[in-house]
């Protein structure tokens, strides 16, 4: 069973509960403008160039030595895979950590997603996984059950302007998040706090008071903006729609916090 891998990501902390390694896959069906792993759209490897490394020795065609010329990601067996996370193990027992499939979005490669879960259960390791949540439930549902922890996106409340920014409806997706709170299994459900765009109170509330009804909800998690993907952008020639655009500051944060306070029984969490 193979994929294409971007990056095998070791000692992660912001993807799921304790230590982690996540594994970033090629290929997403959503083309949000704000994406800060833009490599990880096209469904198979492309080639970035990063100017700033390239010291002009002209012998591109023969393997660019200083990394300036990469492709985005490379193919990988669930073997190749395990081999680096295995080496951790100790770390995720300690930590209650393990292993997140993240992309990309990873239900592209359900197959993958799936028979890695099953090489993390043989060895004891728990696997999350990050997903889009908008392929036909029929899709998803086996790699979802295979999971210890799903954590999954719900980026814009309302349809039009979920379409306008990612290209898809979100309709499968609110269907899906609901179908996958009955699964018995944890679930964190996420909104990328993206300055006017969805970093509003008419965004956000309303998602969160529908997840508030759900069950298995560990929490509603907040992200806020992650500027980093101009620089992958320019690696890839493309238009940066959000060049100069900032994090929010703490107040802002905080703000969109209280907001939320008064919805019962769900945990807010600002990342």
Known sequence: MKAFVTDVQRFSLNDGPGIRTTVFLQGCNMRCDWCHNPETIPVRPVEMFYKDRCIGCGKCAEGCTAAART????????????????QDKLYYDESGGGV???GGEPSLHADFVEALADACHAEGIKI???????????QI?????????IMCDLKLNATVEHMKHTGLDNQSIFNSIGRAS??????????????????????IKPIAEYIAKMDNIVRYELLNFNPLGGSKREALQERDAYDGVKPLPPESLDALKRALAGIRGLEIKVV
């Open 71 to 86: 492709m985005s990601s490379r193919e990988m067996t669930v073997e190749d895979v395990m081999f680096q996370v295995r």
């Open 100 to 102: 997140t499939v993240s």
């Open 128 to 138: 999350a996984v990050e997903t889009n949540m908008s392929l036909p439930w029929a």
């Open 141 to 149: 549902d086996p790699m979802l059950r295979k999971m210890d922890l």
């Open 182 to 203: 009955k699964l018995g299994i944890p679930m964190i459900v996420r909104t990328p706090l993206i300055p006017g765009v969805t970093d509003s109170e008419d965004n």
